[in-house]
Nanobody, 126 residues
Framework: QVQLVESGGGLVQAGGSLRLSCAASGRTFSTYAMGWFRQAPGKEREFVAAISWSGTTTSYADSVKERFTISRDNAKNTVYLQMNSLKPEDTAVYYC???????????????????WGQGTQVTVSS
């Protein structure tokens, strides 16, 4: 089993940056693909970014491409989401999630992920 704890959320002005972290427990972290999702009030949870277990393959939602970067450090059991050029529409609760096996298929589908963190709030003011 994997337990995930997100941190790094907060309030930032439009155009600013934040880095989210997701710390994982368990010895098998390096065997999981990892993803970030977000959910704004009144909206469905949506895919943001994902990374393969090795870190060599990544995927991004079109809305965050060239602004967000996902990375991982398997030695620290941590996955990161660097968010730059933030916009008010990025405001949401951000969740990290772990997916057994390979990144594909299913990297963008929440139902494909096996473990979830509790979420961290990101608020971008205009």
């Amino acid at each position: 089993q994997v337990q995930l704890v997100e941190s790094g959320g907060g309030l930032v002005q439009a155009g600013g940056s934040l880095r989210l972290s997701c710390a994982a427990s368990g010895r098998t972290f390096s065997t999981y693909a990892m993803g970030w999702f977000r959910q704004a009030p009144g909206k469905e949870r949506e895919f943001v970014a994902a990374i393969s277990w090795s870190g060599t393959t990544t995927s991004y939602a079109d809305s965050v491409k060239e602004r967000f970067t996902i990375s991982r450090d398997n030695a620290k059991n941590t996955v990161y989401l660097q968010m730059n050029s933030l916009k008010p529409e990025d405001t949401a609760v951000y969740y990290c999630a772990a997916k057994r096996g390979t990144l594909w298929p299913g990297a963008t589908r929440a139902l494909e992920y096996d473990y979830w963190g509790q979420g961290t709030q990101v608020t971008v003011s205009s």
